[in-house]
């Protein structure tokens, strides 16, 4: 199905659109560090770690099972973990329906036995923009509004540093949710 090590690096992740992607890269400059690159922003919504490959067509089972819309995100404020010296951009407060998925994802992940019970607090949503960087600015930004539309399954490469989207499903904003229909997760093929 797809090249994948023995046990690949896994995580979902909400995917930005490139018009999205370039708003957040846009706010790097201001922070220093090493910025992350476009081709990798995004937000996780659970981080994996090494999986039996075996394990993927489960993965990708729960992908297609999650809530297919998402209201939209804003983001309009700097964030940091100074313990691993990372700049983000996060929301000014909690997305309920970001919180939702989230505890959905999990929850499905501890029912097939791929995750410990879910955690009631210590989700941060944020999108990383830099690694080894000082604290960022205090004051906020213009805001960045962001329409999820792609929740994905991704391989993080140790190796190379690069992500691979193995399996990829599309959202709905929810004022449109109420009248598209609902859309299957795609693969995505080998190179």
């Known amino acids: 199905m797809h090249n994948l090590s023995d046990t690949p690096r896994l995580f979902y992740a909400l995917w930005p659109d490139a018009d999205t992607a370039s708003a957040f890269a846009a706010l790097q400059p201001a922070i220093g560090g090493t910025p992350s690159r476009l081709e990798k922003l995004h937000l996780t919504l659970a981080f994996l770690g090494p999986r039996p490959a075996s394990e993927l067509p489960q993965l990708i089972a729960i992908l297609q099972q999650l809530p297919d819309a998402l209201a939209p995100l804003v983001f309009d404020?700097?964030?940091?973990?100074?313990?691993?010296?990372?700049?983000?951009?996060?929301?000014?407060?909690?997305?309920?329906?970001?919180?939702?998925?989230?505890?959905?994802?999990?929850?499905?992940?501890?029912?097939?036995?791929?995750?410990p019970a879910p955690e009631t607090h210590g989700y941060t949503p944020h999108v990383t923009l830099a690694r080894r960087s000082p604290p960022p600015p205090a004051e906020h930004f213009s805001p960045v509004i962001w329409h999820a539309g792609e929740l994905v399954l991704a391989e993080s490469d140790p190796a190379s540093g690069n992500y691979r989207l193995l399996a990829r499903r599309k959202l709905l904003s929810t004022c449109a949710a109420a009248t598209m229909p609902k859309v299957a997760v795609t693969t995505t093929p080998e190179p």
């Open 77 to 115: 404020r700097y964030g940091y973990f100074p313990k691993v010296q990372l700049s983000w951009a996060g929301l000014p407060q909690s997305s309920p329906a970001l919180l939702a998925l989230h505890a959905d994802l999990m929850a499905r992940l501890h029912a097939a036995q791929l995750a």
